[in-house]
């Protein structure tokens, strides 16, 4: 057991490393991420049903009774192209110059690792990103709108972290069954020189203070698969509640917790029989964002930033070319949670991807040992505020727009044990 502690205690100490870096929102569902683990990552997040993966217990607690002794440690590189131009309505029209924000690139990184007891129980424990977004902007978004005074709302930068041990079990009286439960504890900071709700409010936002929170939460899943060519399965995400930034409540940047949505999601997972090497999967996720006051608010001068919720589906494809080489491809969509009508309210959070192409491949070195790595890209999208829209953000921001494109790779190292 020595060298499975040691390597268990390197994997965390390395994916905390990772944590404690700046990450984007890139290659994501809002801010969630779309993928964990090069096996999920190559099949665009694909993998609710789908067993056999050391990281699958992230997306469905009941997948750990489906995967072996195992422990996987990741580690990757996400880039972010993101490009804006504010064009306000107030103070003459004023238009700044397009701009490049100069938060481009960041590191990601995770680990998981799964104890299958017996027949009956499996255990799992994950630590990953849980989601995050960050832009610098040159010049600040309300300089076109409100004037130039100076230093004030042009950065933000928010990071996720979740540890989330779980346990399955499987009965012995039918085990084309699994059930799963799994306990999320969440890390999360902020610092940021945003506008609270109120645009005048420019001194006690300008602090730019890195504020943490802790947080909680629950998830359950289910896994069944009545043949070996079918598999089915379902999962909830509780809402994550989390403490509120106590830097920024004088600011009124966020009128409560940045807490994380309740999701629901549910799979299958397909091996054609004539074609025993190829496996198929595809999910549909629901992520309530419009739940969340200080996200979905309607109205920025009630506390929220007017996310609407998000259906998200993603298929993926495993093809065994060898006895040792697997390779993947998938793809996710999800429509931006983040409309017209609040675009310049979210200028410095822009989560606005939506179609997310992948691919991935994995190689057994040994019996023991896999290596995997894959790669994703995700074109070019852009959502132009609508000036008539609900609230004086969107009023004030004329026809700004953000366009932004995003790719990014990752490679990881498996060991069975």
Request: glycine share 12%; charged share 15%.
């Amino acid at each position: 057991m020595r060298p499975t502690i040691r390597i268990f205690a390197l994997g965390l100490l390395a994916t905390s490393a990772l944590a404690g870096l700046p990450r984007d929102a890139a290659a994501t569902n809002g801010m969630n991420p779309i993928c964990y683990g090069t096996d999920n990552c190559g099949m665009g997040g694909a993998g609710i049903a789908l067993g056999g993966n050391v990281a699958g217990a992230i997306l469905n607690p009941a997948l750990s009774g489906r995967a072996g002794r195992e422990i996987l440690v990741s580690a990757g590189w996400l880039h972010a192209d993101v490009t804006g131009q504010v064009k306000g309505t107030a103070n003459g029209n004023n238009t700044a110059a397009p701009q490049d924000s100069e938060a481009s690139d960041f590191p990601d990184g995770m680990l998981a690792i799964n104890w299958k007891h017996n027949d009956q129980w499996a255990f799992n424990f994950s630590a990953f990103p849980g989601g995050g977004g960050a832009t610098d902007w040159p010049n600040r978004r309300t300089g076109a709108g409100f004037g130039n005074t100076g230093g004030h709302d042009h950065q933000i930068r928010t990071r996720y972290f979740f540890f989330e041990p779980s346990v399955s079990y499987t009965p012995p009286q039918d085990k084309n069954w699994t059930f799963g439960l799994g306990a999320i504890i969440s890390y999360q900071d902020m610092k940021t020189d945003s506008l609270g709700h109120n645009a005048t409010q420019l001194a006690a936002a300008n602090k730019q203070q890195t504020d943490s929170s802790m947080g909680a939460g629950f998830h359950v899943g289910i896994f069944w698969q009545p043949d070996p060519i079918l598999a089915i399965g379902a999962t909830y995400r509780s809402r994550v509640w989390s403490e509120r930034y106590e830097e920024y409540r004088l600011a009124r940047t966020f009128q409560g917790p940045m807490d994380m949505p309740q999701q629901w999601g549910v799979g299958m997972a397909l091996k054609p029989p004539p074609v025993p090497k190829l496996t198929l999967a595809g999910d549909i996720k629901h992520i309530a964002w419009q739940s969340v006051k200080s996200i979905g608010g309607k109205e920025p001068a009630q506390g929220g930033f007017g996310w609407n919720n998000q259906f998200v589906y993603a298929v993926g494809a495993a093809y065994e070319l060898t006895d040792k080489f697997t390779g993947r491809i998938g793809y996710n969509y999800g429509k931006s949670p983040i409309d017209g009508e609040h675009l310049f309210a979210n200028f410095l959070f822009p989560a606005i991807s939506e179609h997310h192409i992948t691919a991935g491949a994995s190689y057994k070195l040994t019996p023991t040992w896999e290596l995997g790595a894959s790669a994703f890209w995700s074109p070019e999208n852009t959502v132009t505020n609508n000036p008539a829209g609900v609230d004086s953000y969107a009023q004030s921001g004329g026809k700004s727009f953000v366009s932004m494109e995003q790719y990014g790779a990752q490679i990881s190292a498996k060991m069975k044990f």
